[in-house]
């Protein structure tokens, strides 16, 4: 359909190129754009990986105390309500040039899905299910790895794939601001030499990055969860009375 539109509507080059410009760039300059991705995948990975480490914590504080979800819930919605890309800036300012601003403004967009979602798990246990494992005198940590944590499994991993696409966006946000490498730093330097097919490249190969990524995260969070997709076919297999 692209090769079609840009042949039938003869589309400069410079506006939309062709399919095949693209494969030729993406054949013929793989070296360099292989660099610019590891650069950002690496940025990616960091951010996400800090926001597991904080988000799920955080929701967990929160399911637990509800003093530190007043505290905590209206701070988080506020941060999400400030564009990134307005604070990417003072990132830098605070914290150098370097790897830890682009990694920092990746955390800030990934950790919010991560926090909601899993509250939302922690919380999605069936109160007789607590009172039946407190009836038999399970301790609050035993709950929490044999009932809460289970139960929570799907909706952690909900949020991990909503938060593994946007850590790229936020990687990508950072290095429009600061970088002198990165496949954000490739797409503006192609760009400012309207080199549109090796914009195109770059873009088609962060989608690429952001679709493995989120495959990755499923696949995991299949494994870990198979026995909730199990639960939900037998229960759709159940007949209606």
């Given amino acids: 359909l692209w090769y079609c539109v840009v042949r039938l509507f003869s589309i400069p080059s410079y506006l939309v190129p062709g399919p095949a410009s693209v494969v030729e760039v993406l054949v013929h300059d793989w070296r360099y754009l292989g660099i610019q991705s590891m650069v950002t995948l690496v940025e990616v990975l960091s951010g996400f990986a800090i926001s597991v480490i904080v ?26 309500s400030v564009p990134k890309i307005a604070i990417a800036p003072l990132l830098i300012f ?4 370097g790897l830890l ?4 403004v990746a955390f800030l967009i990934a950790v919010f899905p991560i926090i909601v979602d899993s509250v939302i798990g922690l919380r999605s246990v069936e109160p007789e299910m607590l009172y039946l494992a407190h009836s038999m005198g399970a301790k609050e ?9 289970p139960t929570a499994l799907p909706n952690i991993f909900a949020g991990l794939k909503i938060s ?9 946000v950072a290095e429009f601001i600061q970088a002198d490498a990165g496949l954000g730093y490739a797409l503006l330097q192609a760009s400012s030499a309207m080199d549109t097919a090796m914009s195109f490249a770059i873009i088609i190969l962060l989608s690429a990055i952001g679709v493995a990524l989120f495959a990755l995260v499923s696949a995991i969070g299949n494994r870990l969860t198979y026995w909730h997709s199990s639960q939900r076919s037998a229960e759709l297999a159940v007949p209606i009375s």
């Fill in 94 to 97: 605070w914290a150098g040039i």
């Fill in 141 to 149: 940590l035993r709950i929490f790895w044999s009932v809460r944590l």
């Fill in 55 to 80: 988000g799920v914590p955080v929701a967990i504080i929160i399911v637990y105390s509800a003093t530190m979800e007043r505290i905590l819930y209206p701070l988080l919605v506020a941060s999400q």
């Fill in 101 to 104: 601003p682009k990694v920092l």
């Fill in 164 to 172: 593994i696409t946007l850590a790229v966006v936020g990687a990508i």
